[in-house]
C-alpha cells in the first residue's frame, strides 16, 4: 500500500496488487479531512489511516463511500463519530451486499475439510476466490457501519474553501456510484466507475449509464483520476475505460446473436489489448450483463455470485490463464 500526493490537498492510498478487493482510498487534508473509501478489512484500513496520518493530523471528520461495495466501506467503523456520506440508496444496499458476515461463511467453508470438498465439487470458482481473499484479506471484526448523512443527485461540501462536489452517477457499476470531484485542484476520484489496468465488473447498471458517466468525467477535465481499483491516472484513463466497455458490449452483442451464451462468448472473445489487464477473466461479469441488456432484463437483476465466480474460473481455465480475481 503506498500513499500518493495527487494535487495541492488530495492524496491517494493504493492497492498495488490490484485484484479484487484492493480498492484505493482518496484523503482531502482540508476542512476537518475527507476520506474517500475505507478499505476491504480493519489491518488495511488502519495502515490507510496511518499513511494519511502523515498528511493529516487526527482522524478525519467526513468520510464519503463511493459506493455500497465492501472494499470501499468496510473500514468505516474505524472513523467513529465521522459524519459517513453515500448516496440515497447505498445504505439500503449494503445491507444486502456489503453483509461480511455473508463472505465470512464462505470463508470458513474454504477452511474446513468436509464443506472445502463440497465447494470445490459445486463451486470451484467460488473455492478460488475464497483462497484469494484468505491470502490478502482478513475479515475478522468487521462490523457494518452504513453512511450517517444520504444524498440525492449532488452533495457541495465546502473545506475551508475549497469545494468538493459528490455527484451520483448510478447505477452504472453499482446502484449507488458517487464521484468525487474538486474543481479547484483539478481531481476526481472515481469509486468503480473507472478500474485501471485491472478488468472492470459492473454489477447493477447499464452499460449507457456508465457511457455517460464517463463522458461526463472526460468533461470535468480533470488533471488528475483517482480510479477506485489501479494506479492514479489522468483521462486516458476514462477514455481507455470507455474503449474496454464498447469493445465487450459490441463484442457480447455479436456472440449473443450468434446463439453463444454468456460464458461461451467469455470464453472466445479475443481479449486484444486487455489480456495484460489484471484478472482479464473477469470479463465474464461483464460479458453477462451485456446479455442481461440484451435479454431486457433488468438493470437490478440479482446475481448468484458463487456461479459467477465458477464462471469466470472457467473462463481463466479455459483460456490456460492464471485463475484470478
Ligand atoms: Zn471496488
Not at 122 to 140: C, S, T
Not at 202 to 229: A, K
Request: hydrophobic share 40%; with cysteine.
Amino acid at each position: 500500500m503506498i500513499l500518493q500526493h495527487v494535487s495541492e490537498s488530495c492524496f491517494a492510498v493504493l492497492n498495488e496488487k490490484n485484484r479484487v478487493c484492493d480498492a484505493n482510498s482518496g484523503l482531502i487534508n482540508r476542512g476537518g479531512g475527507v476520506v474517500v473509501d475505507t478499505q476491504a478489512d480493519l489491518p488495511h484500513a488502519r495502515r490507510m489511516i496511518e499513511l494519511f496520518g502523515r498528511v493529516w493530523p487526527g482522524m478525519p471528520k467526513r468520510v464519503v463511500n463511493t459506493h455500497e461495495d465492501g472494499d470501499h466501506v468496510w473500514g468505516n467503523q474505524l472513523f467513529e463519530g465521522a459524519e459517513i456520506i453515500g448516496h440515497r440508496t447505498a445504505a439500503e444496499r449494503m445491507r444486502h451486499v456489503a453483509d461480511p458476515t455473508e463472505l465470512q461463511k464462505l470463508l470458513d467453508a474454504a477452511d474446513r475439510f468436509l464443506p472445502r470438498c463440497a465447494l470445490r465439487a459445486v463451486h470451484p470458482g467460488a473455492l478460488a476466490i475464497a483462497r484469494q481473499l484468505k491470502e490478502d484479506y482478513d475479515l475478522e471484526g468487521v462490523r457494518l457501519v452504513l453512511p450517517t448523512t444520504l444524498f440525492d443527485e449532488r452533495h457541495t461540501l465546502d473545506l475551508d474553501g475549497t469545494e468538493v462536489h459528490l455527484i451520483f452517477v448510478g447505477p452504472c457499476h453499482q446502484a449507488g456510484d458517487t464521484i468525487v470531484h474538486v474543481p479547484g485542484e483539478g481531481v476526481v476520484f472515481a469509486g468503480d466507475v473507472i478500474f485501471r489496468q485491472c478488468t472492470p465488473n459492473g454489477w447493477t447498471g447499464t452499460y449507457e449509464r456508465w457511457f455517460e458517466t464517463l463522458d461526463l468525467i472526460i468533461s470535468l477535465d480533470p488533471e488528475v483520476i483517482v480510479p477506485g481499483h489501479g494506479p492514479v491516472c489522468g483521462i486516458e484513463g476514462a477514455m481507455e475505460m470507455r474503449a474496454y466497455l464498447e469493445y465487450v458490449r459490441e463484442e457480447s452483442e455479436r456472440c449473443f446473436e450468434l446463439g453463444l451464451t454468456s460464458l461461451e462468448a467469455s470464453k472466445r472473445i479475443d481479449l486484444g489489448p486487455y489480456a495484460e489487464w489484471r484478472a482479464p477473466a473477469r470479463l465474464y461479469a461483464n460479458v453477462e450483463r451485456a446479455y442481461r441488456e440484451l435479454r431486457h432484463e433488468p438493470a437490478d437483476a440479482p446475481w448468484d455470485m458463487a456461479k459467477s465466480f465458477d464462471a469466470i474460473y472457467a473462463v481463466a481455465r479455459a483460456r490456460g490463464i492464471e485463475v484470478e480475481f
